[in-house]
């Protein structure tokens, strides 16, 4: 007999156990699903009548809020959730019909019962209590002291209770049978695998004796391939199939020789790639650790060197503040030229890659790379590396001006763009510590729009924000070097002066009053009439020498100046002489109004 029809007779056993197992598997694996489908959908319904109840609360709190507050912003969640309702109510139907469990008319009747019973309260107690706010709050005030609403909630509370726990309850049957449908699967598939590993055990047994010596022999080459050993052949003798089964292990002898040349080299291939992607976590690890942008340009020009081994190449950085972009860094040799333009000299042709950086539409710079150093065009592995690097120095570059605009927008006031007061008081600490350490000046001006009140009250509150923004921009474009122009808050400014005396912050405080008495300011076609500032000036010589110190001995002394008539500069040192000489009015009449 052949061995074709040897073999197929020691199968057919196993086949037919292994068809009747599928059929039993297949019915238990059917049951368990249906269980499972069923605890699932009972679960949705469940949700469903969580979002009916929250719904129902966010009707009750809305009405309540507006009752209490008289603010129409708290009938936003009333009206969402009205909005909400009716598709609750038929998603909650549709469950309940495609699920058909028992109770399910007793389930009907009560999601019929809470869809009545909110109507009722938005008809007889919420639309109500909202028109009868809107004329006083004591006609809504009475209809909520009737308690119908509540009667009316708790009743919908109630029924939703109802429902809910009559579905825990068909939950916790659903999942036990299902619990139940699942160790019936498992005793199933440890009965069938017993089945079929003991029938396969003996099927195997059977066909020993006609394949134990060609098969011994194909087991012998074999362990000698998986012990490294190449073109290693049997001999082809036996039935037919054996023969033939000998001659296909001969030739797959022979290509997995060939194929594990191949797969050395894919190896050596895939080891010098992964090694370069470690490389690249690295750099990427160094990018997301610095601070600043020159902080990475020193981590990209140590990095890309190694990461495009062979090339040469300019790093253009795109500013906001700059019409074209600027040189960032270079790398490789004979990289010099018109780098303003980013021009590579010597370079063309294939060898010359220019890769904009962009990132969500923003240009961010470019990235000029060439394989001048090696020579040639670039190879389809250089190419997909220059992309993955392109892409890395992007997000990098594109992650530390996100920090860089964070860092701006925690220390800037959003109108005027000028310093907060968060960030006026970290310079001004660190400046008191230097001039108490280094024994250098500083200075501080305390200046106050006058009548801005009087401004706000007449022209509106934009044409004050216009006033604010003229005075800020003056302040900005007279702050000398190294000070800090802030703005603490409403109408009042304050510039730090590192390294100033009282008489040149004197100086700079005159310039600015002149400056801002000399702005024509408009709003919206209307002129806003002259503008003028009082400014207070102190100096490093207070007692004690503090930031408390400083910054209330400036106060007082723009007090002064809004007492003495406004539109002018008063320092220490003019109060220090009124006070010797007697003459004048007091320096600081207590705490005077700066409007």
Request: net charge neutral; proline share 4%; aromatic share 4%.
């Amino acid at each position: 007999m052949p061995l074709r029809r040897v073999l197929f007779l020691l199968q057919v056993p196993l086949w037919c156990m292994l068809l009747a197992s599928f059929g039993f598997l297949l019915r238990a694996l059917d049951a368990r699903v249906q269980a499972t489908t069923q605890a699932t959908q009972t679960r949705t319904q469940l949700e469903t009548l969580n979002g009916l109840l929250l719904h129902a609360l966010d009707m009750e709190t809305g009405v309540r809020g507006y009752v209490i507050a008289g603010n129409v912003v708290f009938l936003d969640p009333y009206h969402e959730a009205r909005r909400a309702l009716p598709d609750d109510f038929r998603t909650l139907r549709a469950q309940l019909g495609s699920d058909r469990a028992a109770g399910y008319a007793l389930d009907v009747a009560g999601v019929d019962r809470v869809q009545q019973l909110l109507t009722r309260w938005q008809t007889e107690v919420a639309v109500p209590e909202i028109v009868a706010r809107r004329s006083s709050a004591e006609a809504a005030a009475l209809i909520v002291s009737s308690q119908r609403g509540k009667k009316l909630l708790d009743a919908v509370r109630v029924e939703i209770r109802v429902l809910s726990a009559r579905q825990t309850t068909r939950l916790k049957q659903r999942e036990a049978q299902a619990v139940y449908h699942l160790r019936v699967l498992r005793v199933a598939l440890y009965g069938a695998g017993g089945a079929l590993l003991l029938l396969s055990v003996v099927t195997t047994l059977t066909g020993a004796g006609v394949l134990i010596r060609p098969l011994h022999a194909l087991t012998g080459a074999a362990r000698r391939i998986s012990g490294g050993e190449t073109l290693i052949t049997v001999p082809a003798g036996g039935p037919l199939e054996l023969r033939t089964l000998a001659q296909t292990f001969n030739a797959m002898s022979e290509q997995l020789h060939v194929a594990r040349q191949e797969a050395d080299a894919y190896a050596l291939d895939l080891a010098r790639r992964n090694e370069w992607r470690v490389r690249m976590g690295r750099l990427s690890d160094a990018m997301q650790a610095a601070r600043s942008l020159d902080e990475g340009a020193v981590i990209l020009a140590r990095a890309l060197p190694d990461l495009l081994p062979g090339t040469r190449g300019t790093l253009l950085h795109q500013p906001p503040e700059r019409d074209g972009p600027v040189p960032l860094l270079t790398w490789g040799e004979d990289v010099q030229g018109d780098q303003g333009q980013g021009a590579l000299p010597g370079v063309g042709g294939d060898a010359t890659v220019c890769s904009p950086l962009i990132s969500q539409g923003e240009t961010l710079g470019e990235l000029h790379v060439d394989t001048g150093l090696s020579g040639g065009a670039w190879t389809d592995e250089g190419r997909t590396r220059l992309l993955t690097v392109t892409r890395q120095v992007t997000i990098a570059l594109a992650s530390l001006g996100f920090q860089e605009r964070l860092l701006q927008q925690s220390v800037r006031d959003p109108l005027t763009g000028l310093y907060n007061r968060r960030r006026l008081e970290e310079d001004l600490h660190r400046a008191v510590d230097d001039a108490v350490q280094g024994g250098t000046p500083l200075s501080v001006i305390a200046l106050d729009i006058d009548h801005f009140k009087r401004l706000n009250d007449t022209f509106g509150h934009d044409a004050g924000d216009a006033a604010l923004v003229q005075v800020s921009a003056t302040l900005r474009d007279l702050a000398p070097r190294g000070s800090t122009p802030a703005r603490p808050g409403g109408e009042e400014f304050t510039l730090l002066l590192p390294g100033h005396d009282l008489l040149a912050a004197e100086g700079v405080a005159e310039r600015l009053r002149g400056a801002v008495e000399a702005l024509t300011l408009t709003h919206a076609g209307e002129a806003l009439g002259p503008v003028t500032v009082s400014l207070g000036v102190a100096d490093h010589t207070v007692f004690p020498f503090d930031a408390a110190t400083l910054m209330s001995t400036a106060d007082h002394a723009l007090y002064a100046a809004k007492h003495r008539g406004r539109n002018r500069v008063v320092s220490t040192r003019t109060l220090r002489a009124t006070s010797r000489d007697g003459s004048g009015q007091p320096d600081v009449l207590g705490a005077p109004e700066r409007r």
